[in-house]
């Protein structure tokens, strides 16, 4: 294949060569793979086959409406930017580079806990919403601490993930020797260096951006205020699972809205609109936890069905396309999370590449839009649509 520059890349896919050119194997990898047979992590995007398109033709569509409210706030298009950890190991810019693509673009971004930029800065970086996803890594004081940093800073809504008692099984982490690349001493470190050194451009970036960078918002005790050093995640995941009675005393610290990312059947988007949730997202963490669980636009009618009209509706995993998009909202979602399709274009080219990921997913959904003959994304439904009809039945 030709070089291509962000300019020139025609869809994500290219976006994720770019990516896998530049970064080395070890941070490619943990961006794109999987959980243990990275089943769901395939499914994810190949479910969205399963859902044909039934268009009204002839129809004059005119100025196509791409803008929708999410937790009512206007966003430009439907499509906010997922939270992805360790974004700074893929371009220096990391979390401050989407948000400020994204504000830049008219939408939202959502910073996660695993962030080696100052939540302060990513939101200043912005204009757009900015939600903050919150694990309880560090424990529920550095929680506490975290929250009322966001708020201070003006983030809209809190984000907590619910899939995440563990962090999953990703092979290919393990064959790459992250953990040891990242945390590990120089002799642990040496069976892996030299796929990182045939990547001279990321590693002069990485490193004049000072190496592995801190946990900049878990602040916990002997660490004189400053982040968290970076350490085996798996481990701080482990001790720091978040329960539907977490959630309760989570309420209590965070006055705003709260969206619950995580949810796959009908029962827990029940619950989260028990405790409160503003709005949740049908989400499988892009296949990188559970494997073998339901792609999660597969996912997506049953939680529809059991609390559409009650919370607002996400989803995110396997979204590729702009027409992916419009299938999720055809199925209910409200809008949509993306993960990697944007994290391809930072890897690949920092912010120009985030760029260029959010305008072909735009450029995708006015098109699609068209090709519809639909002229709004609020006025999609499942008429547009024909998909496998046992995706509908609400699980009691
Ligand atoms: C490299 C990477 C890191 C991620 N880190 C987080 C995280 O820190 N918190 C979280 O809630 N989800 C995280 N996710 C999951 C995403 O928010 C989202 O659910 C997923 O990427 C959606 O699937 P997609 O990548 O196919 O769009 C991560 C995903 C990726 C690819």
Redesign the pocket.
């Known amino acids: 294949m030709k070089k291509l520059s962000p300019s020139r890349v025609v869809n994500i896919a290219d976006l994720r060569s770019m990516a896998k050119r530049r970064v080395p194997k070890a941070v490619f990898d943990?961006?794109d793979g999987g959980a243990e047979g990275e089943v769901t992590l395939r499914e994810?995007?190949r479910a969205f086959d399963d859902i044909v398109f039934r268009p009204r033709h002839a129809v004059a569509v005119g100025d196509c409406d791409l803008r929708t409210t999410v937790l009512g706030t206007e966003i430009s298009f439907p499509a906010i930017l997922?939270?992805?950890?360790?974004s700074r190991l893929m371009h220096p810019g990391g979390e401050v580079s989407g948000a400020r693509t994204a504000g830049k673009a008219g939408t939202g971004y959502?910073l996660?806990?695993?962030s080696g930029h100052r939540l302060e800065n990513v939101k200043a970086a912005t204009q757009g919403p900015a939600w903050y996803?919150l694990?309880l890594v560090g424990g529920r004081e550095a929680a506490e601490g975290a929250i009322e940093r966001a708020r201070k800073a003006g983030f809209s809504a809190l984000?907590i993930?619910i899939d995440?008692p563990v962090a999953g099984m990703r092979e290919r982490d393990l064959h790459n020797g992250t953990s040891e690349l990242l945390t590990g001493n120089l002799f642990a470190k040496l069976p892996y260096l030299p796929e990182v050194l045939t990547h001279p451009g990321w590693l002069i970036s990485f490193l004049l951006d000072g190496g592995v960078p801190r946990l900049e918002n878990v602040v916990v005790a002997g660490e004189n205020g400053k982040g968290m050093p970076m350490l085996d995640v798996g481990t701080a995941l482990r001790e720091s699972v978040v329960t539907w009675e977490d959630i309760r005393w989570i309420r209590h610290s965070w006055s705003g809205p709260i969206v619950i990312?995580g949810i796959l059947t009908a029962d827990d988007g029940r619950r989260a609109v028990d405790v409160g949730a503003a709005a949740i997202s049908v989400?499988n963490?892009?296949?990188?936890q559970l494997d073998n669980v339901s792609a999660t636009i597969r996912a997506l009618p049953e939680v529809v069905a059991a609390v559409g009209g009650q919370t607002e509706i996400l989803m995110?995993?396997?979204?590729r396309r702009g027409a992916d998009i419009v299938k999720a909202l055809c199925l209910g979602a409200r809008a949509v999370?993306?993960?990697?399709?944007y994290?391809y274009g930072l890897a690949a080219a920092g912010e120009a590449g985030v760029a260029r990921a959010l305008e072909i997913l735009r450029e995708d959904v006015e098109r699609t839009l068209r090709l519809l003959g639909c002229s709004s994304v609020r006025e999609l439904n499942e008429s547009y649509v024909r998909f496998p009809s046992e995706w509908a039945k609400a699980v009691k």
């Open positions: 943990y961006l994810n995007c997922a939270p992805v950890g360790y959502i996660s806990t695993i996803q694990y984000v993930t995440t990312k989400s963490h892009g296949g990188r995110d995993g396997g979204i999370l993306c993960g990697r399709a994290a």
